[in-house]
């Protein structure tokens, strides 16, 4: 089978869950999450009611994580099987993975500002590492976007981002391997630091995050696919 | 209001706005796509000598 003639047999694939399911889970997830951030879930001890801006940075931080880990996993993917579909699927993951990336610089430095009285301290591994990923992620679209549309522009492209994954552990473990931190430290080895309702406050927004992300995926995919059908079509009838 | 409060209100306001903007552009885009169709959908006709036929209804996603 032609690459053209692969690229139009796998738009027409097509997912368990329906959009509109999804849809309606991530408006359901995000709403039952912030009732029980804002209505259930106790203020903290020790920062009041600051730390609710935890539930949703946290979650963000790792979804945003997620993101650039699929991105490189269809990376790889496409690297092993030629496959143009993993091409963009990981292009659409990594601009997910840019977007929550931005929201949890922006949470971060609201929280930030709260407790420790500065938008941001470059004293602060797990802060700078983070920013180093979202800059390396920020830059795979300069990359894409100045080498011209076909296989090598696709090959750069999964390379970059499977290299970008490896700053994802470093960035995770930083705040862990820094001997002094005011970053708090929410996932040790013997779990979570916390329980109760703020365990199920979290958990809740974390799933939330996790799904309103691959509905926003899937939107975004399925447009994109059709963005290429149109412009196959527009040559074709040209 | 104290200023905890007005703190946190921004951030998920922040989250908020950016998804809300995100669905926006995404809003936009699918409009652009719609008005390829219909131009597509003209030029099949006219390539054809038929009339323009009526567009079906397709479950998207």
Known sequence: ??????????????????????????????????????????????QGF??????????????????FGLGAWKALMHLWKRDPRADLESYVAIHQGVIFG????VTGS???????????????????????????????????????????R????AVYALFGVVLIPVSFMAIRLAKQAIHPVVFTRHGPNFGGWILVAYIVSQVALLVLA????????????????????????? | MSTAEKYVTAAYCAVFAVVLVYVVIIALKV???????????????????EP??????????
């Open chain 1, 154 to 157: 696709e090959n750069f492209s």
């Open chain 2, 31 to 49: 409009q652009r796509l719609e008005r390829e169709v219909d131009e597509l959908e003209v030029r099949a006709g006219a390539h054809d000598g």
């Open chain 1, 50 to 67: 600051s730390q609710r801006i935890f539930y949703f940075h946290v979650s963000i931080a790792i979804t945003a994580y997620a993101c």
């Open chain 1, 1 to 46: 089978m032609s690459r053209e003639r692969a690229e139009f047999a796998d738009v027409g694939r097509t997912y368990r869950i329906p959009l509109s399911t999804l849809a309606a889970a991530s408006a359901g997830l995000v709403t039952l999450a912030l009732v029980l951030v804002f209505f259930v879930a106790p203020n903290d001890a020790d």
């Open chain 1, 102 to 105: 931005i929201l949890v610089l």
């Open chain 2, 52 to 61: 323009e036929r009526e567009r079906e209804t397709a479950v998207v996603g």
């Open chain 1, 110 to 152: 609201i929280w930030a500002k709260i407790s420790w009285g500065h938008w941001w301290l470059w004293s602060e591994d797990q802060l700078v590492l983070f920013l180093v990923l979202f800059l390396f992620y920020a830059a795979y679209f300069m990359l894409r976007f100045s080498v011209d549309p076909g296989p090598q």
């Open chain 1, 214 to 238: 691959y509905t926003l995926y899937r939107v975004e995919l399925a447009g994109k696919l059709v963005d290429a059908r149109l412009r196959r079509l527009r040559e074709v009838t040209a």
